[in-house]
């Protein structure tokens, strides 16, 4: 593992803006538009992944939240769309973003992966995928120069989902740490079906019920690409202390562009 084995991007100039003063801008844009609701030790977000013109409010809603708040360790769990692998993947290296480069927090990362089989240093699910690389400008932008443990999920397994959460709970229980969860919801379909089913993982995580969402997603009830890092997360906040959990914004691709024909949903949310 080296500091030095930097991913580059690959969703700037498609995802989000690669001009890093148009970036730095569009997401100012996105907080600005956001209430600080002054909650308390918030130890997780659930933020969606989609191009900034599509899920960035959502995203920044809560952002927001945590602007300016000091943390020992951030880590961001993301799912891999492209790759599927048996364990956890924490990249070994830093995440350049047009807006500088949030270094891998070796300390954190070697401790998380030294006797945990389910945890490897690896560019697995890292490379090619979009769903962490999008959080980074977020979190440069409201904490700071950051250092980060980059993970991504290639197998959203039950057990391997359980065994994650409480690794990631127990390991930072006397730590201030957030955990950032990268998940959209339902895809592509016509607009009420899909207020239907997202509807549903809005209430559960309002709820902060973490079995009745283990059951409705991998019961295929609900639709969250990234249900696995979602369920990690609330798993891990339990342990953290986390009692509250407050759905902060939920909109479509149809509420933005107007076709709701087939959407996708996306959510933000904060455990504290």
Not at 153 to 180: H, R
Not at 197 to 224: C, P, T
Not at 232 to 255: E, P, Q
Request: aromatic fraction near 8%; glycine fraction near 8%.
């Amino acid at each position: 593992m080296s500091a030095n084995n930097i991913r580059y991007p690959i969703a700037a100039g498609s995802f989000y803006d690669s001009d890093p003063s148009k970036l730095k801008k569009q997401i100012r844009n996105f907080l600005d538009n956001a209430q600080d609701l002054k909650l308390d030790k918030i130890t997780t977000l659930i933020v969606p992944h989609a191009g900034y013109i599509y899920s960035g409010q959502v995203a920044a809603h809560a952002y927001r939240q945590i602007e300016g708040k000091d943390y020992d360790c951030i880590l961001v769990i993301a799912p891999s769309h492209s790759e599927l692998f048996d364990f956890v993947s924490i990249y070994p290296g830093g995440y350049q973003t047009p807006l500088g480069i949030a270094g891998i927090d070796e300390k954190n990362s070697q401790m998380l992966e030294k006797g945990h089989d389910l945890i490897k240093f690896s560019a697995q699910g890292h490379k090619e995928e979009h769903s962490l690389e999008v959080q980074i400008p977020f979190l440069q932008e409201v904490l700071g120069d950051i250092e980060i443990i980059p993970m991504a999920i290639g197998n959203q397994s039950p057990d391997l989902i359980k065994e994650l959460g409480n690794t990631v709970g127990k390991a930072f229980s006397q730590m201030e740490t957030l955990i950032v969860a990268s998940s959209d919801l339902s895809h592509y379909h016509p607009y009420k079906t899909a207020l239907s089913l997202d509807q549903k993982v809005e209430k559960l995580v309002a709820d902060f019920d973490i079995q009745g969402l283990a059951d409705s997603f991998f019961g295929d009830r609900v639709e969250m690409c990234g249900g696995g890092p979602v369920l990690a997360a609330m798993t891990a906040a339990r342990i953290l202390g986390s009692k509250n959990s407050k759905v902060i914004s939920y909109r479509n691709s149809g509420d933005i562009i107007g076709d709701r024909s087939a959407v996708v949903g996306y959510l933000s949310a904060v455990f504290y």
